[in-house]
């Protein structure tokens, strides 16, 4: 079993509900969005996987290389395996071969669009981190897409985050808590202020509290977080 990774190492978990816990983290190579103001693309190496302590490993990488390795790793106490990217769910049989192999949970964080593949692996993720993606990040119109996968998340601990940038649109925004609250108005709602890239610059704090006044008015639980693993310092 083997799929491109573009590196694995333990770190903090930087963004929404579970922020601040230890994760091992497993970065795929590969996704099917090109969001403007995507962060990770540079960190992306796709001829070799950087392994945290053991280093170089050629990819795509061979899940029974690894597993003597992951195991090793997870000796020291993590709350999960973060899988992330890139998309993730790119590549369910490297996924459901981990969940299967590992015993720690899986913590999905995903751009919530891909359901058929969620569908393959659900049996395997515990926590599910999921994108909804504003039109004018990604091009295209993809309120559809999350409600589908939204419905297939529910069977796990999900929670939906939101990128602001100053640039987002309040009508983009007004339609994506519409979605929620139509699915559920008690999922937990993450607000996250961009962090400046690609062209879109942070929100001020002004349009971030009123955002939140409006979302609290449709969703129980919407929470304002940043990327702390930036604040200090972390990958």
Partial sequence: MQAP???????????????????????FVGCNLKCRYCDTESLL?????????????????DFAEILPYLEKRLKKKHHSISLTGGEPLLHTDFINEIGQKIDCPLFLE??????????????NIDIISMDIKMPDAVGENLWEKHKKFLQIAAKKDVYVKIVIAQETKLDDFTKAIDLIESFNKNLLLILQPMTPYGGYT????????????????KINDVRVIGQTHRMIGQR
Avoid: M
């Fill in 5 to 27: 990774i573009s590196e694995i190492f333990s770190s903090i978990q930087g963004e929404g509900k579970y922020v601040g816990c230890r994760q091992l983290f497993i970065r």
């Fill in 45 to 61: 190496n796709t001829t070799h996987c950087d392994c945290e302590g053991k280093g170089l490993i050629n990819n795509p990488v």
């Fill in 110 to 123: 995903t751009n919530g669009t891909l359901c058929e593949q969620l569908q393959k692996v659900i049996n």
């Fill in 202 to 217: 942070a929100p001020s704090p002004e349009k971030i509290l009123i955002w939140q006044s409006l979302a609290l008015e």
